[in-house]
C-alpha cells in the first residue's frame, strides 16, 4: 500500500529545511537528540473558515424564518382552540334545544294535542 502521494515524508520536510539538514550531515554525539527537535508550528489555513462562516450566516437566516413561521403556527393554534371552545358551546346548544323540542313534543302529544292536529291536518 505505501505511504498516499500527498502525504509528506518525514524525509522530506527535514529536506526542506536546512535547520535539520545541517545537523544530519556534522558528526553528533546522538542523532537521536538531532531528529526529535520540535517541528515549527505552521499557522491553519483559512480555508475552513471561510466555508463556515456562510453556513453559519445560512444557519442563523434559517432560525430567524424558522421562529417567525413558528410564531405564526402558535397564533393560529390558538385561535383553532378558540374556534374549539365555541364550537363546543354550539353543539352543547344545540342538544339542549333538541332535547328540549324532544320534550315539548312528548308533552303535547300527551295531552290530546298532537291527535287534534293531526286530524285537523287530514280533513
Known amino acids: 500500500m505505501g505511504t498516499p502521494m500527498w502525504a509528506p515524508t518525514l524525509s522530506m520536510s527535514l529536506a526542506c529545511d536546512r535547520r535539520y539538514l545541517q545537523p544530519l550531515m556534522s558528526p553528533s554525539p546522538s542523532l537521536l537528540s538531532t531528529l526529535v527537535k520540535p517541528f515549527p508550528i505552521f499557522p491553519l489555513p483559512l480555508a475552513p473558515l471561510q466555508v463556515v462562516a456562510p453556513k453559519r450566516a ?8 424558522y421562529a417567525a ?7 393560529k393554534q390558538a385561535e383553532l382552540a378558540e374556534l374549539e371552545a ?15 323540542k324532544q320534550r315539548l313534543e312528548v308533552g303535547r302529544c300527551a295531552r290530546g294535542v298532537c291527535g287534534a292536529v293531526l286530524e285537523g291536518a287530514g280533513t
Open 58 to 65: 445560512a444557519l442563523a437566516e434559517a432560525e430567524a424564518a
Open 69 to 75: 413561521v413558528l410564531s405564526g403556527l402558535q397564533a
Open 86 to 100: 365555541r364550537l363546543a358551546g354550539l353543539e352543547a346548544r344545540l342538544a339542549e334545544s333538541q332535547e328540549r
